[in-house]
């Protein structure tokens, strides 16, 4: 049984051979006859020294799979050499070498793990967001200049093409202006006019300061308020004429920046018509600060009690 797997060995003389059979047909472009042959070669077994060795896997199996790896193949063919069966002692050790190097890549093997990576920090990391954002700017403002310099050639033609350039980034830049121009009024076209403010006071200043009218005039401004249906001014006009009689009459005295509290509480518990001018001062403040229109009755009923204390103060005075 030995003999017969002995004679079922290739020589070195037959091993080449079969190598060089198979470059032949890599040459002449026939792969898959050559794949036929480097699987069949890849079945037997070659005996070099009475050692019996399998043929080179690592380069007869990608050339039975149809890859044509000739480089590898002609590397095996001149490490064998062409000097007959018998291999002197430096080839011995080279076939040596080889069936090593084949049984440690068939030993090989495993998963290929990923490489380790540091772990970088949410700081870090935005860090070179930031650098590469800045960088990012920085070569767009160069480009800018850039354009602006050649907007300025230099030359025995710079003043025709600086002119040229100088009347290009004016119109660029009235273009831009006018763009902001049209914006702007095509927004407010769609705004559309502004509504006007309801109840406003033809004079608002004069009608804010107490002191602007005499206490008769305050009166006729009501009334002429009234008229214009403007209930809530009206109101105002009553409490001003109130307090100007009392100003004139010695009974308050105006000071800048006191409350209408304030003056209330100043009258003295003898005046008779202290509780009607603190029911309109609390009238007044819930009509002038609370509504934004009063009622012809809140003002009809207002100015009647207005009425009474200005006569209180008018008999008086």
Known sequence: MIAILLAAMLDLASYRARLEQIDALLARG???RAAAEATALLADSVRADGEGLSPDAWTLSPIARGEAHRARLRGLLEALGARGE???TGDRALLESLRLAQATRARAGGEISPLPV???SLFAQVKEWAKAAFRWIGRRFLDLLDWVWRLFPQGP???TQA???INRLVFVGVGVILAVVLALG???ARRGPLPAAKDQPRRPAKDEDPLSRSASGWEARALELAREGRAREAIRAWYHAILVRSYAAGIVHYRRGRTNWE???ALS???AWRPQFEDLTRRFDLEWYGHAESTPEALADFAGTAREVLRGLGAKT
């Open 186 to 188: 095509l927004a407010t």
């Open 157 to 159: 033609d710079a003043g």
């Open 263 to 265: 003056y209330m509480r």
């Open 30 to 32: 026939e792969d898959s």
């Open 269 to 271: 518990p003898k005046e």
């Open 118 to 120: 540091a772990e970088i």
């Open 163 to 165: 002119g040229s350039g």
């Open 86 to 88: 018998r291999v002197p």
